[in-house]
C-alpha cells in the first residue's frame, strides 16, 4: 500500500496557487498517507486519471476545474511532479 507522498518539486507552485485549492491539495496528501493511494484513487471526486501524450505514465487529480496536480508513483512513493492551472485545449 503506497502511503507516502513527496511535494517538495512542487512547494513552489503551491505558493502561486489558490489557498483553497492549497487546503484541497493538502487534504488529498493527507487521504493517501492514512488510506493509500489506492482508496484514495476509488473516490470520484478527485477525477483521479492517467495522463496521455508528452505526459504518459503520469497521472493527475483535479483540484478544480482549472488545477490539478500531476504526479507520478516511484517504488512505494507518490511524487507530485507539478501543480497546473489547466488551459482548455486549442481544437
Not at 27 to 54: C, F, P, T
Not at 55 to 67: D, E, P
Request: glycine share 6%.
Amino acid at each position: 500500500m503506497i502511503t507516502q507522498v513527496d511535494i517538495h518539486a512542487v512547494e513552489k507552485d503551491l505558493m502561486k496557487t489558490p489557498k483553497a485549492l492549497v487546503i484541497k491539495f493538502q487534504k488529498w496528501v493527507s487521504d493517501i498517507e492514512k488510506y493509500g493511494l489506492e482508496e484514495v484513487r476509488k473516490v470520484r471526486g478527485w477525477h483521479d486519471h492517467a495522463l496521455k501524450g508528452n505526459r504518459a505514465g503520469q497521472r493527475a487529480i483535479y483540484l478544480n476545474k482549472k488545477w490539478c496536480a500531476v504526479y507520478v508513483i516511484e517504488g512505494s512513493e507518490v511524487k507530485i511532479v507539478k501543480v497546473i492551472e489547466v488551459h482548455p485545449h486549442e481544437y
